[in-house]
């Protein structure tokens, strides 16, 4: 649930002096990848962390949006034993506020989570909205950083309000 196209273009490529540098082309997308943590209600006031990682393609639309698929693996345990978690989740990203050196994001998305935890398997419902940054390292890969990310769960009739964080790489691809 990481959620940044991050438009990287080239450099000028030695524009001549006096020459008007070409603009960069935008990238057509990205896929970002990495590790990540929840902090996840398990219900009866109980709470784990469990960590995992992530892989998201992601699309460029335009004007600082952005549309991805994300796929998040989580593996732990709680008082029940061994936990996993596969959340497939569509989502949106904006660019807001956007640097050189600095693209801060808000995303939303929402999917399905399929839980296996101590032979019993639950489906849910998922929805989550964050705040992250993409800091472009080279032309090439960004660093990806998503501190804060709220994530509201559904199963069995059990809300449930959990914390998420991821740190990945992203790779842009294709140009417009």
Known sequence: MSYFAVP???DSGGAAQGTPAKKPKPALG???????YLYAAQGADERESI???YLRPAFDVGKGYSVYFDSTNYYGTNRKGSLNGHGF???VSHNVFAMRHLKPSIAAECG???TSNAGSIVNQFVFGAAFGVAIPINKHVSLALT???YVFLYPMSEP???YNAKVGLSFPFGHR
Do not use: K, L
């Open 8 to 10: 990287i273009g080239s």
């Open 30 to 36: 990205n896929i970002g990848t990495g590790w990540t």
């Open 51 to 53: 960590n995992g990682w």
């Open 89 to 91: 989740t569509f989502g």
């Open 112 to 114: 399905d989570v399929r």
């Open 147 to 149: 501190p804060a990310e």
């Open 160 to 162: 449930r309000n959990d």
